[in-house]
């Protein structure tokens, strides 16, 4: 078996994979990288048993067939290749192995393979119905991961729920102290709710946010499946959904600011530095036209004062975690409405340019 490829196409393709196929396993096999040559060219595939992922490379092939080769050190050796072409001769694989001769430009070099005989089938539902824009997905997924929890007691907030409906996509992410949420208007044909694992969710904006054209969505029994122009991503799925988020989002409040997005996030950043190390707090004073904010820790204190518009109570101070704001505005590329309930409720975060984004941050007790 016999492949040529440009080194530019091989290396963009195994970037993708790269990520997925582990460099240590309890199950060894899986730090190999399955290699499949046939009459369409070239065929990458991995996966760490929570994600499936297949690549399709156009490429010059003689032959067909199936081989493993050690991951890590294929990958090296691609991103090093001082040539713009990549040549690989594939020996007959037995069960004893065989082996691929590689080279570019002056450069040979020559990798043990492997039989692919043992290694998991990898498990991708057929095409769906259900098609959109491929980073559209990405960036609904972007603009919520951030409040996904990290903690293992979490159990269904450490993920991101997808919902679909005829309305269109919603993303959203909880730790339970703050909310995500973010809708993209689009006809859909199916009603469905599941929640991605955050790792997982990563994985999916990392591989198709620089898509161009649309990618299809099949949901199974505990899985997802994307399929690409060039690549299928199959991820597993974590049992049950989000509570009824929406309980907690306020519908009425008692003030409204708005207000710089990048200047309030700036100046947050800036008073943050003093602020108690174990909660971050930092007060927001608001009045009519000013919002003065202020954080107290063990090394001093921090104080700043921006302008604002505002319209409801004349004055009311409200105390945050500060980084929770902070990665509640980091989506926001324009202005930012803060829209407040009271000093202990809930508080609601919109982007003035896309109302598609809302985000809840739950104040911290005075």
Same mark, same amino acid.
């Given at each position: 078996?016999?492949?040529?490829?440009?080194?530019?196409?091989?290396?963009?393709?195994?970037?993708?994979?790269?990520?997925?196929?582990?460099?240590?396993?309890?199950?060894?096999?899986?730090?190999?990288?399955?290699?499949?040559?046939?009459?369409?060219?070239?065929?990458?595939?991995?996966?760490?048993?929570?994600? /499936?992922?297949?690549?399709?490379?156009?490429?010059?092939?003689?032959?067909?067939?199936?081989?493993?080769?050690?991951?890590?050190?294929?990958?090296?050796?691609?991103?090093?290749?001082?040539?713009?072409?990549?040549?690989?001769?594939?020996?007959?694989?037995?069960?004893?192995?065989?082996?691929?001769?590689?080279?570019?430009?002056?450069?040979?070099?020559?990798?043990?393979?492997?039989?692919?005989?043992? !290694?998991?089938?990898?498990?991708?539902?057929?095409?769906?119905?259900?098609?959109?824009?491929?980073?559209?997905?990405?960036?609904?997924?972007?603009?919520?991961?951030?409040?996904?929890?990290?903690?293992?007691?979490?159990?269904?907030?450490?993920?991101?729920?997808?919902?679909?409906?005829?309305?269109?996509?919603?993303?959203?992410?909880?730790?339970?102290?703050?909310?995500?949420?973010?809708?993209?208007?689009?006809?859909?044909?199916?009603?469905?709710?599941?929640?991605?694992?955050?790792?997982?969710?990563?994985?999916?904006?990392?591989?198709?946010?620089?898509?161009?054209?649309?990618?299809?969505?099949?949901?199974?029994?505990?899985?997802?499946?994307?399929?690409?122009?060039?690549?299928?991503?199959?991820?597993?799925?974590?049992?049950?959904?989000?509570? /009824? !988020?929406?309980?907690?989002?306020?519908?009425?409040?008692?003030?409204?600011?708005?207000?710089?997005?990048?200047?309030?996030?700036?100046?947050?950043?800036?008073?943050?530095?003093?602020?108690?190390?174990?909660?971050?707090?930092?007060?927001?004073?608001?009045?009519?036209?000013?919002?003065?904010?202020?954080?107290?820790?063990?090394?001093?204190?921090?104080?700043?004062?921006?302008?604002?518009?505002?319209?409801?109570?004349?004055?009311?101070?409200?105390?945050?975690?500060?980084? !929770?704001?902070?990665?509640?505005?980091?989506?926001?590329?324009?202005?930012?409405?803060?829209?407040?309930?009271?000093?202990?409720?809930?508080?609601?975060?919109?982007?003035?340019? /896309?109302?598609? !984004?809302?985000?809840?941050?739950?104040?911290?007790?005075?």
């Amino acid at each position: 078996m016999e492949v040529r490829i440009p080194k530019r196409t091989l290396a963009e393709g195994l970037g993708i994979l790269e990520r997925v196929i582990p460099s240590r396993s309890s199950n060894p096999i899986l730090t190999y990288l399955p290699i499949e040559l046939g009459n369409k060219g070239l065929v990458i595939k991995g996966t760490n048993g929570e994600i /499936d992922l297949e690549v399709h490379l156009p490429a010059e092939t003689q032959g067909e067939g199936h081989v493993l080769v050690p991951a890590q050190p294929f990958f090296q050796i691609v991103r090093s290749l001082p040539g713009e072409l990549v040549e690989m001769v594939i020996k007959n694989v037995s069960s004893t192995g065989g082996g691929m001769e590689l080279s570019s430009a002056n450069f040979r070099t020559q990798l043990s393979t492997a039989n692919p005989e043992g !290694y998991p089938e990898l498990s991708f539902l057929s095409q769906s119905e259900e098609r959109l824009p491929a980073a559209k997905l990405a960036q609904a997924i972007t603009q919520v991961r951030y409040a996904a929890s990290t903690e293992e007691y979490r159990a269904i907030f450490r993920g991101v729920q997808l919902e679909l409906s005829p309305k269109g996509l919603r993303a959203v992410a909880s730790d339970g102290f703050r909310l995500s949420r973010y809708d993209l208007p689009m006809h859909l044909v199916s009603s469905r709710k599941f929640v991605i694992p955050a790792k997982s969710a990563d994985e999916i904006v990392r591989v198709f946010k620089d898509t161009e054209g649309e990618v299809s969505l099949g949901v199974g029994e505990g899985s997802l499946t994307l399929i690409g122009e060039a690549v299928r991503m199959s991820v597993k799925l974590m049992e049950g959904e989000f509570p /009824d !988020y929406g309980r907690v989002i306020p519908q009425s409040f008692i003030l409204e600011a708005t207000l710089s997005a990048e200047r309030l996030r700036e100046s947050l950043k800036r008073v943050a530095v003093l602020s108690d190390r174990n909660n971050h707090r930092v007060d927001l004073l608001f009045a009519q036209d000013r919002l003065e904010m202020v954080s107290e820790g063990d090394y001093g204190q921090g104080r700043e004062e921006i302008a604002l518009e505002a319209v409801g109570e004349p004055q009311l101070m409200v105390a945050f975690n500060a980084q !929770y704001l902070i990665d509640a505005l980091g989506p926001i590329a324009g202005t930012v409405r803060l829209k407040l309930s009271g000093p202990t409720s809930p508080s609601v975060v919109e982007s003035v340019e /896309d109302p598609g !984004y809302l985000a809840v941050v739950v104040p911290l007790r005075v």
